[in-house]
């Protein structure tokens, strides 16, 4: 990926933002000028504020996000090649789906309280679908003609045309769902921890919000977007190196 | 080139097919009989190419020889035994090559040498061996996706013959490749074929592929597909398919099969 255009993007954010700020002088809680928010970014970065608030974060993500990658692959594997399997378990699946995760956080705090256990149920819970569906139209859409060379060059099991041939064909379409749940993961333990912490970029946000700094508001924003892009930007890459056959 | 390592190399297997029905139910429940009571035998050896009208019902025929498809009814011999399931004894070229794009080339006719019989050196040393005879030892680490029509069906042609089999069979190998490459291929086949001498069953659509190629063509009639005629061919090759004699013959199985394509539209 070619950095340039994204560095130009950002200089243009910070120059309108700057000239946002020269024009209509807001209050500096409303909206400070993006030297003092730079100015708070390395304070909070060099007494290590911010370091710990991302960690949280981010253990949060990685574990809910792994516990759904457990569970969806080898599920979505399962339903991709058992139309019998589908049938019973996509009702279920659609019926839950539509409920977005931020709609959980108060029943997650209901059941696990504020502890760790509730924000990584509301990450799993938009991290699971993603990875459920991609791995199961991965697994759908394996071209039958594999199938057929698979059978006849040998794979005379179930198992062995699933480990041979299902299994790496629908690998491509397993690696977008992980990405996208990543994405989508991300935007909810930011909400989650808006609502239900003591620690988390969520909560750098909603503490700054309640003793008025903005600028502290905007320095974990800035965070959550530049960590969520370098991300994404990562898993695109490992999508470039298993995605040769990808739709 | 190690040749040492090879596995004793088969010659090819007679195949009788007696009396092959099958008949497909649609979703609506009507009923559609692919081919009914199609019998014809192969020799040892033998080239043998199909022709028929689209929808005849040859692919349906390679699937049920290849074992991954079930008969209605009828029977399939290979020496003598009935065949129960799909078996590295009777490999396939597929028309879209059906490489597995996550392999490399070499992993690809590596495929169906993966067996505790045989040591991974000598997986290894089979399938370069073959590609060296498709003419491709320098593509062996390349990945599918890199590979023009042609090379990837010469990667096909590779893994089919690397697995031994007494049987190839054929599903339009040369149908999605340009007229060149097809010729290329066409010459290609024949030589390891003349080199390895195993049973073939190719399908086509093209007449002049199957003068080219056979020592037997068997057209096939519209649906429900049987056998509507059959010819000898023992003209040398490689043959001049523009030759008056096979010009002549080309103009009589297109007669045939025009007939057949009126029918399948009447």
Partial sequence: MKALPFLAAGIVIVLVWQLLVSITKPDKAILPPPLDVARTFIHLASDGELAVHTAYSLARVFAAWLLSAAIAIPLGLLMGSSRRLDHIISPFIELFRPISPLAWIPMAILWFGIGESGKIFVVFIGTFFPILLSTVVGAKGVDPVLLHAGRIFGCTTRTALFRRVVVPAALPSIVVGLRVAFGTGWAAIIAAELVAAHSGLGYLIANGMDILRADQVLVGMITIGLLGFLFDTLFRAMQARFGRSAA | ?266
């Avoid at chain 2, 490999?91 to 490399?104: G, R, T």
């Avoid at chain 2, 049987?226 to 009589?252: C, F, G, N």
């Fill in chain 2, 1 to 266: 080139m190690t040749t040492g390592t090879q596995e004793k190399t088969k010659s090819g297997k007679p195949l009788s097919i007696r009396d092959l029905t099958k008949v497909y139910e649609t979703r609506s429940g009507e009923r559609v009989e692919a081919m009914a009571r199609l019998s014809f035998d192969v020799a040892a050896g033998e080239f043998l190419v199909v022709v028929g009208p689209s929808g005849c019902g040859k692919s349906t025929l390679l699937q049920i020889l290849a074992g991954i498809l079930e008969p209605t009814g009828g029977s399939i011999h290979v020496s003598g035994e009935s065949i129960t399931g799909p078996s590295l004894d009777r490999s396939m070229i597929f028309q879209s090559y059906a490489l597995f794009p996550w392999l490399s080339v070499l992993e690809n006719v590596e495929f169906g040498l993966k067996r505790k019989s045989i040591s991974r050196d000598e997986q290894r040393s089979i399938a370069l061996h073959y590609l060296q005879l498709v003419g491709l030892s320098d593509f062996a680490h390349k990945s599918i996706d890199e590979l023009s029509g042609g090379m990837k069906q010469r990667v096909a042609i590779a893994r089919a013959f690397a697995v031994n089999p007494s049987i190839l069979l054929m599903d339009e190998p040369f149908g999605a490749l340009d007229a060149l490459t097809r010729r290329f291929l066409q010459r290609e086949l024949l030589r390891i074929w003349q080199e390895q001498q195993r049973t073939v069953v190719f399908i086509t659509h093209s007449v002049s592929e199957a003068i080219y190629l056979a020592d037997r063509i068997l057209v096939m009639s519209a649906r429900p597909g049987r056998i509507r005629a059959e010819w000898r061919l023992d003209s040398p090759r490689p043959r001049d398919v523009t030759s008056v004699e096979h010009r002549q013959l080309e103009t009589e199985i297109y007669a045939l099969l025009d007939e057949e394509v009126t029918r399948t539209f009447a």
